[in-house]
């Protein structure tokens, strides 16, 4: 399924906050048109770096980014400095990796004496795709979404901890992101269930994670 152009352009805002404001150099991998960079540039001076897939997304990101690298994450490692970032993104990217848990590896070598990986991870509890798998029984693949035709890999809460510890870091931050819309209806089926779905609330965790 192929994908709209609006698909790579968003700014994601609602994750500006996790910014560390003592970050001078910053790489956004998947950085779709580079409107998330932009974002950071209007708030901080920071030297930014993009990496993006798409060559034709890429083009857009041109213009809002310090530095651009185009290609596989996988096969762009010696072209990323070593010991170089204080923060490296992931916005939503890791479930479109094959080996995710690899390139986490891979990166680390590319973070400063304190950098940090943030990721946006989508969670696949979410209380509204639960609701197609176990009521409607089905799991249908969307242009976007918690099933994105093209997620390669899907999470809970505790597994994006584990692939985080697999890979040699340690999560100092776990945040929910964009919650169910109706706060009220949620409270009622959390509580009678026994808050056993307390994760669903959340479209999407925030990781922040550092390396052993």
């Not at 990166?107 to 304190?114: G, I, N, Y």
Request: proline share 4%; charged share 25%; glycine share 6%.
């Amino acid at each position: 399924m192929g994908k709209t152009l609006t698909y790579y352009g968003y700014s994601r805002s609602e994750l500006l906050e996790f910014v560390p404001p003592d970050s001078k150099k910053i790489l956004d991998i998947g950085c779709g048109e580079g409107l998330f960079i932009k974002a950071i540039k209007e708030i901080t001076k920071v030297e930014t770096w993009g990496l993006e897939l798409m060559p034709e997304i890429a083009e857009k990101a041109k213009l809002n980014v310090d530095k651009l690298l185009i290609g596989r994450v996988e096969d762009l490692q010696n072209s990323i400095p070593d010991s170089y970032f204080d923060c490296i993104f992931f916005n939503d990217v890791l479930e479109h990796l094959l080996e995710p848990t690899d390139v986490l590896k891979m990166v680390k070598s590319k973070l400063s004496k304190e950098g940090i990986i943030i990721a946006s991870i989508p969670n696949v509890r979410y209380l509204p795709n639960l609701y197609e798998l176990i009521i409607k029984r089905d799991w249908e693949y969307k242009e976007s979404g918690i099933l994105d035709s093209t997620h390669l890999r899907f999470f809970t809460q505790i597994s994006m901890k584990r692939m985080f510890e697999n890979a040699g870091y340690k999560l100092i931050r776990q945040q929910g992101i964009n919650s169910f819309l109706n706060p009220i209806k949620f409270y009622l089926f959390n509580l009678l269930t026994f808050k056993i779905f307390s994760d669903s609330k959340y479209m999407q965790f925030v990781c922040i994670a550092k390396p052993f």
